[in-house]
């Protein structure tokens, strides 16, 4: 009947209130997470066909240039989407899936004389194949080209409909770069991307105002000897969106994977990026042990857990989000998510999300350098910054809600996240959805843990309580972010434990334990326990239960288990452990009821510790007894 007395009195009444209490209110001075500009996407276009591309023409005309995929060329100029294509080629181009009119690039001195070029796909003499072609503008009228001025630079077959590249460039150096995919089908069964005689799986460079149709400049890597002259680069998958850095004339591009990994390479002259040999920083072919004797690895690659289909984006260089002045720029397609990739101290990038966008065709620049971002769904929008902070999470602020220490996250567990803006100025308590759970949104905040939304106990722009999903059992790692008002934090990877238990203390994570008595009554130096008498230690960490934890279940009959074993220490001796398993009317909350030892020395702070499995509660947290 004692047990079943201290089990039950939890749930209710004024204990239940002070406990809550120390789980929101305890104060641990973490250095807090400095508030960042909310980065936000300004929609200037809708309404367009399948768009892959935005530029300018350096003109100095303001307009800006939409390439659409079944082969036109749409101005937006002064805010509005000209009714009048600059150029209609649909019946040239062979379309659809990742066929089309893929790239447009300006002349560096298209103001004098009216040149642009195009990349496109086509159904050629022998088949499908890729186009190079230049055109003009029409004499009589800035706002149209002249189709009829097409002159073909460069075409060469695609084996396959698929991993055609399509980006035109021009560089700091005036040469027209270009990039092209492997041909096709899957694992580049042609091995096009490693052999420099075929213009496959490259980015090439090429001189526009030399030679017939075109010249290679004579210090390509591959002039004079075996390797053909066009070659700048190799050994990619399909590098879909490169672009040069307009300060430093850097060349970044996004290369597409098979299906394991994505990545940002920077470009050098006669770079060999690895592909098919290498997948981002993988091996491929073979898929372990593969010779990586002389090949580049990306500066940032990614899993399929955060998208399928990687595409390049920018440095920026504009005005309107001076917090993103010097990152790359990048998003994914399938995931819609943007990221800004940040150079750190010895040659380390460090990449954190932005925002998601939606179908993140390509990004574009302005004559400004401002960037944008298209929505194959039919959208061009600008990167701006609110004047709104946008939320972030102190890195070393994630930490065990009742030891206030940071260490690894287990499934069930209550964590504390700090940061700054990351929930409303006044404090809001924890909610139950219609279901009777702890809720998963509360005051327009939300926490996920590897995409999974977490239960919250307490929520303020200084702090938000959640409890771990029992759903990342199993893994090693997770990524954590906290959205507030729609805007997402960068993500903070933490490591995964079966435990990590915490024990809960009246005031922060150590001293006196948040610990009743036998007769319910809260333990202090003021009101000790007998020795072997009964107490009742609250704690989180525990990992998975039996029945199987339910993230934000409100524990009842039957109580949920630890599966791992339980075991308390009191003044350095082992307790009798009576119960150890969920506290009623509590979602991620340990109880453990153990008698104390009789052995133990009296006195107002002995050392209480918990373990669970191979894992130890904090030092420091004490009970006191008589």
Excluded at 20 to 43: M, N
Excluded at 68 to 74: D, L, N, T
Aim: proline share 7%; glycine share 14%; aromatic share 8%.
């Amino acid at each position: 009947m004692l047990v079943r007395t201290i089990l039950q009195h939890p749930g209710t009444g004024l204990w239940r209130q002070r406990f809550w209490s120390v789980l929101v209110g305890s104060a641990l001075l973490l250095g807090g997470a400095p508030a960042k500009a909310a980065i936000e996407l300004r929609t200037i276009a809708t309404g367009l066909s399948s768009p892959l591309y935005v530029t300018h023409a350096g003109d100095g005309s303001g307009r800006l240039f939409v390439v659409e995929q079944g082969g036109r060329i749409r101005i937006l100029s002064s805010g509005a989407m000209l009714p009048t294509p600059f150029l209609d080629i649909q019946d040239r181009v062979r379309s659809g899936g990742e066929l089309g009119l893929l790239g447009l690039a300006f002349h560096p001195r298209y103001p004098a004389n009216g040149r642009f070029f195009l990349n496109y796909t086509r159904n050629g003499p022998e088949g499908l194949e890729t186009v190079i072609a230049e055109y003009a503008v029409s004499s009589a009228n800035p706002n149209l080209a002249n189709r009829n001025s097409e002159r073909i630079l460069l075409r060469f077959a695609q084996p396959f409909t698929n991993h055609n590249g399509g980006m035109l460039a021009f560089g700091q150096d005036g040469f027209l770069y270009i990039g092209t995919g492997d041909g096709g089908s899957a694992g580049d069964p042609m091995r096009n991307g490693q052999n420099v005689e075929t213009l496959l799986g490259k980015i090439l460079r090429m001189d526009v105002d030399s030679g017939e149709p075109y010249a290679s400049p004579p210090d390509n890597p591959f002039v004079g000897r075996a390797g053909r002259d066009e070659i700048w680069a190799y050994g990619l998958r399909n590098p879909w969106r490169f672009s040069f850095d307009r300060l430093t004339g850097r060349l970044i591009a996004g290369d597409v994977g098979q299906n394991r990994r994505e990545e940002i390479d920077i470009i050098v002259k006669g770079g060999n990026y690895g592909w098919n040999i290498m997948e981002g920083m993988l091996c491929f072919l073979p898929s372990t042990n593969c010779n990586q004797t002389g090949l580049i690895l990306p500066i940032h690659d990614y899993g399929r857990d955060l998208g399928t289909s990687v595409t390049g984006g920018y440095v920026y260089r504009g005005k309107s989000a001076p917090s993103l002045t010097g990152k790359y720029l990048f998003g994914d397609f399938g995931s819609g998510r943007l990221w800004a990739l940040t150079e750190t101290t010895g040659g380390q990038w460090e990449a954190e999300q932005l925002l998601t966008a939606g179908n993140i065709s390509s990004f574009g620049e302005d004559e400004a350098g401002e960037v944008y971002v298209v929505d194959y769904g039919g959208s061009v929008r600008q990167i701006i910054e609110s004047g709104d902070p946008q939320p972030a999470v102190n890195r070393g602020g994630i930490v065990n809600a009742a030891s206030f220490l940071p260490d690894a996250v287990a499934p069930g567990k209550i964590a504390t996240i700090f940061g700054a803006g990351i929930g409303p100025n006044q404090g809001v308590g924890a909610q139950l959805d219609s279901s009777g759970r702890v809720s998963t949104s509360t005051a327009e905040a939300q926490v996920f843990f590897d995409g999974i939304p977490a239960p919250l106990y307490f929520v303020r722009a200084d702090q938000v309580n959640a409890q771990v999903p029992y759903a990342i059992a199993g893994r090693t790692s997770t990524q954590l972010q906290v959205q507030y008002r729609g805007a997402l934090t960068s993500p903070v990877t933490l490591l995964v434990a079966e435990a990590a238990p915490g024990i809960f203390a009246q005031s922060g994570g150590s001293g006196q334990g948040a610990i009743l008595n036998q007769d319910t009554t809260p333990n202090s130096s003021a009101n000790p326990a007998p020795r072997g008498s009964v107490v009742v230690v609250y704690a989180t960490g525990e990992g998975q239960t039996t029945p199987a934890g339910s993230d934000g279940r409100l524990a009842e009959v039957p109580f949920p288990l630890p599966l791992l074993p339980v075991s308390l220490e009191i003044g350095g001796l082992a307790a009798d452990v009576l119960f150890a398993g969920s506290a009623p009317g509590f979602a991620g909350l340990l109880q453990v009821n153990a008698r104390i030892p009789p052995g133990v020395t009296p006195g107002a702070a002995v050392p209480v510790l918990l373990r669970v499995g191979g894992a130890s509660s904090q030092p420091g947290v004490t009970v006191a007894v008589n």
